[in-house]
């Protein structure tokens, strides 16, 4: 009895036993966060420490492989004091400290050519000397004085992955002040006063895998968001209260940074001189920036936020997104053409700014020029974009426009359904052994043409011809000849025509023959296994605001003769449309087929209505027509 008790007693002390893990948290997963909390501690609006305590258990190897490293970033402004892990058997016993041997030191950045102190110190241990289930600790603290930003809460499920709990601990001094939000938080936070320090916590318990689900926003679930009121770093004072006051701080940073050198003025002025029409003064100089410049980052201290000199850009040719703005802005403004700096979240799949919680939410710059009756925006990394597009990478999102007086809100372009177009028309003749050629042209359009410009920068035709084949999902095929014609305007295009020889296009079956009419775009929807959604969900517009468009004619031998062709089709709901027609008239089948997807947010029970509308999409495209064959 006393050695059962005895045992029960170092069990129950040793806090990362496998057992102790509820066992709602242990189902479908490959591991579970145990603990993760964050601590910054505030020593002044110049200083702070970041404390983070991080502690998961490993089921298997591929959550070894997708959780066992840990990252700790660092530059000019981020000094890290202790490293240090540890690794738990399952029964929760010490069997590995870290050593420095399992701690490498790499740069942020993969070109070897960036300007950057951004490193990052990643500790790991070797997932070989361990048995499943196994917990690995790790500790850091990091010295910052980058006080423009202060960490926030994420308290999101992950696919294959619970969190037993996430804490996020913001300490300051009594009489300093910060700024919080909350957004949909379960919990209250834990306000407390101890030794003349503020401590607020914000803990969230038991987010089980289960509550991971496809297509949701970052607005559906609990976040907290903090900023500064008042902040300095390097000498340079802000405050983040408002978005003038950012606005103000990001000129104040980069005041009398936009002066040309005399050489580049002249060049401006026998560029432009000569042309009476804004846009196209616009086009010549954006082209010249394009024509002149390459991008490269720079991180270094304060000048991750403080441009190099428009005249040091124009000597050394290169700038990263902010640098690179600001020349252009310069340039324009020797033409005599106004232009801001835009502060913007770039990513296809980046989280949208919170108008109404002004902080330093943005990861990239690009140029803005007011026109009377539209507005141009310049990506300025880009050697190769078109005038104006901005494409899933900073359309249909805000950005903050850098003012004389401050700075203001605006929304970037918002791209449509008909800007994001694949339109592909196709002439396809079948001989009697059931084979085929066809001339193919498909025109992609906005978002769905950036998707193909790696095409555009593949130089090697060997290497051309290969993508082109890959992208072609047909099980037997021989890419004959092929050709792509790029259109840059304000929404480009391009251009792909080929010549396709394509072997076994149907199958034959008794008397008859069997084929699928939809050759080019019968890729099926994936859809979510799960039965029932809790969440509401969203459809992003960089993914799902487009349309394409088919017309293909087929020029079928005199001895096939279609049993029954399949009925038109008509679907219109929230989530998109579908159109199928096909008519057969002396030997030629036509197929037309139109598909519309439009994006938003929807509430969960209309997941049901759109798994309906792709599974009736995935089949209809994938139907075929049976031909009776005429042997006569």
Same mark, same amino acid.
């Given at each position: 009895?006393?050695?059962?008790?005895?045992?029960?007693?170092?069990?129950?002390?040793?806090?990362?036993?496998?057992?102790?893990?509820?066992?709602?948290?242990?189902?479908?997963?490959?591991?579970?966060?145990?603990?993760?909390?964050?601590?910054?501690?505030?020593?002044?609006?110049?200083?702070?420490?970041?404390?983070?305590?991080?502690?998961?258990?490993?089921?298997?190897?591929?959550?070894?492989?997708?959780?066992?490293?840990?990252?700790?970033?660092?530059?000019?402004?981020?000094?890290?004091?202790?490293?240090?892990?540890?690794?738990?058997?399952?029964?929760?016993?010490?069997?590995?400290?870290?050593?420095?041997?399992?701690?490498?030191?790499? /740069?942020?950045?993969?070109?070897?050519?960036?300007?950057?102190?951004?490193?990052?110190?990643?500790?790991?241990?070797?997932?070989?000397?361990?048995?499943?289930?196994?917990?690995?600790? +790790?500790?850091?603290?990091?010295?910052?004085?980058?006080?423009?930003?202060?960490?926030?809460?994420?308290?999101?499920?992950?696919?294959?992955?619970?969190?037993?709990?996430?804490?996020?601990?913001?300490?300051?001094?009594?009489?300093?002040?910060?700024?919080?939000?909350?957004?949909?938080?379960?919990?209250?936070?834990?306000?407390? &006063?101890?030794?003349?320090?503020?401590?607020?916590?914000?803990?969230?318990?038991?987010?089980?895998?289960?509550?991971?689900?496809?297509?949701?926003?970052?607005?559906?679930?609990?976040?907290?968001?903090?900023?500064?009121?008042?902040?300095?770093?390097?000498?340079?004072?802000?405050?983040?209260?408002?978005?003038?006051?950012?606005?103000?701080?990001?000129?104040?940073?980069?005041?009398?940074?936009?002066?040309?050198?005399?050489?580049?003025?002249?060049?401006?002025?026998?560029?432009?001189?000569?042309?009476?029409? &804004?846009?196209?003064?616009?086009?010549?100089?954006?082209?010249?920036?394009?024509?002149?410049?390459?991008?490269?980052?720079?991180?270094?201290?304060?000048?991750?936020?403080?441009?190099?000199?428009?005249?040091?850009?124009?000597?050394?040719?290169?700038?990263?997104?902010?640098?690179? /703005?600001?020349?252009?802005?310069?340039?324009?403004?020797?033409?005599?053409?106004?232009?801001?700096?835009?502060?913007?979240?770039?990513?296809?799949?980046?989280?949208?700014?919170?108008?109404?919680?002004?902080?330093?939410?943005?990861?990239?710059?690009?140029?803005?020029?007011?026109?009377?009756?539209?507005?141009?925006?310049?990506?300025?990394?880009?050697?190769?974009?078109?005038?104006? +597009?901005?494409?899933?990478?900073?359309?249909?999102?805000?950005?903050?426009?850098?003012?004389?007086?401050?700075?203001?809100?605006?929304?970037?372009?918002?791209?449509?359904?008909?800007?994001?177009?694949?339109?592909?028309?196709?002439?396809?003749?079948?001989?009697?052994?059931?084979?085929?050629?066809?001339?193919?042209?498909?025109?992609?359009?906005?978002?769905?043409?950036?998707?193909?410009?790696?095409?555009?920068?593949?130089?090697?035709?060997?290497?051309?011809?290969?993508?082109?084949?890959?992208?072609?999902?047909?099980?037997?095929?021989?890419?004959?000849?092929?050709?792509?014609?790029?259109?840059?305007?304000?929404?480009?295009?391009?251009?792909?025509?080929?010549?396709?020889?394509?072997?076994?296009?149907?199958?034959?079956?008794?008397?008859?023959?069997?084929?699928?009419?939809?050759?080019?775009?019968?890729?099926?929807?994936?859809?979510?296994?799960?039965? &029932?959604?809790?969440?509401?969900?969203?459809?992003?517009?960089?993914?799902?605001?487009?349309?394409?468009?088919?017309?293909?004619?087929?020029?079928?031998?005199?001895?096939?003769?279609?049993?029954?062709?399949?009925?038109?089709?008509?679907?219109?709901?929230?989530?998109?449309?579908?159109?199928?027609?096909?008519?057969?008239?002396?030997?030629?089948?036509?197929?037309?087929?139109?598909?519309?997807?439009?994006?938003?947010?929807?509430?969960?029970?209309?997941?049901?209505?759109?798994?309906?509308?792709?599974?009736?999409?995935?089949?209809?495209?994938?139907?075929?027509?049976?031909?009776?064959?005429?042997?006569?």
């Amino acid at each position: 009895m006393f050695l059962s008790l005895l045992s029960f007693e170092f069990r129950s002390q040793n806090i990362y036993h496998v057992d102790s893990i509820p066992s709602l948290l242990k189902e479908n997963v490959d591991a579970v966060v145990r603990l993760e909390n964050t601590e910054f501690k505030v020593k002044d609006k110049g200083k702070a420490i970041l404390n983070t305590h991080y502690v998961i258990t490993l089921f298997n190897e591929r959550g070894a492989n997708n959780h066992l490293r840990y990252l700790t970033h660092y530059d000019k402004l981020n000094k890290v004091l202790d490293i240090s892990g540890t690794v738990y058997n399952n029964n929760g016993d010490k069997i590995y400290k870290l050593a420095k041997k399992d701690i490498y030191d790499i /740069s942020a950045t993969a070109e070897s050519n960036d300007i950057t102190d951004n490193r990052i110190k990643i500790a790991e241990f070797d997932k070989k000397n361990f048995q499943y289930p196994y917990t690995i600790e +790790f500790e850091s603290s990091v010295e910052t004085t980058n006080m423009m930003f202060y960490p926030s809460g994420y308290f999101y499920p992950s696919e294959r992955l619970s969190s037993q709990e996430k804490t996020l601990i913001i300490e300051v001094p009594d009489d300093f002040e910060f700024r919080y939000k909350e957004k949909k938080f379960p919990n209250t936070m834990n306000l407390v &006063t101890k030794k003349n320090k503020k401590i607020y916590t914000w803990t969230v318990k038991n987010i089980t895998s289960d509550e991971y689900e496809t297509n949701t926003s970052y607005d559906f679930y609990p976040e907290i968001i903090t900023a500064p009121k008042l902040f300095s770093v390097e000498n340079y004072e802000g405050d983040v209260e408002s978005w003038n006051d950012i606005g103000k701080f990001i000129s104040k940073l980069n005041q009398g940074r936009d002066i040309l050198p005399e050489t580049i003025r002249a060049i401006v002025t026998d560029l432009v001189s000569h042309e009476k029409d &804004t846009l196209k003064r616009i086009e010549m100089l954006y082209n010249y920036l394009q024509n002149n410049t390459r991008y490269m980052s720079i991180q270094l201290g304060i000048g991750g936020w403080q441009t190099m000199s428009a005249t040091e850009v124009s000597q050394k040719g290169y700038g990263d997104c902010k640098a690179l /703005s600001n020349y252009m802005k310069a340039l324009l403004k020797e033409a005599g053409i106004i232009s801001y700096l835009a502060l913007i979240r770039a990513g296809a799949d980046a989280e949208d700014v919170d108008p109404t919680f002004p902080n330093m939410y943005f990861n990239h710059v690009i140029n803005c020029v007011p026109l009377k009756k539209d507005t141009i925006w310049l990506e300025c990394t880009s050697q190769t974009n078109s005038l104006g +597009f901005m494409g899933s990478f900073t359309g249909n999102r805000k950005a903050l426009l850098i003012l004389p007086d401050g700075a203001a809100l605006v929304n970037t372009i918002k791209y449509h359904t008909f800007n994001n177009s694949k339109i592909t028309k196709a002439t396809i003749v079948l001989d009697n052994n059931a084979n085929a050629s066809a001339q193919v042209q498909t025109t992609y359009n906005g978002i769905l043409k950036e998707h193909k410009d790696y095409l555009l920068l593949e130089k090697n035709e060997g290497q051309l011809k290969k993508k082109l084949q890959n992208a072609i999902h047909l099980a037997s095929f021989e890419l004959v000849k092929f050709n792509l014609l790029e259109h840059k305007s304000k929404i480009p295009s391009l251009k792909v025509t080929l010549d396709l020889t394509i072997q076994k296009i149907g199958n034959k079956t008794g008397s008859y023959f069997f084929m699928k009419p939809n050759l080019f775009n019968n890729q099926a929807f994936f859809i979510s296994d799960k039965k &029932t959604r809790n969440t509401d969900f969203y459809l992003n517009p960089n993914t799902y605001e487009k349309e394409e468009i088919d017309s293909l004619i087929y020029q079928i031998p005199k001895n096939l003769v279609p049993d029954k062709l399949p009925q038109p089709i008509l679907i219109k709901t929230p989530f998109g449309e579908y159109v199928t027609t096909f008519v057969f008239k002396e030997g030629t089948l036509c197929y037309y087929r139109k598909l519309v997807q439009y994006c938003g947010y929807f509430v969960a029970k209309d997941y049901v209505a759109f798994k309906d509308f792709c599974m009736a999409v995935n089949k209809n495209d994938n139907q075929q027509i049976a031909f009776k064959v005429n042997n006569n």
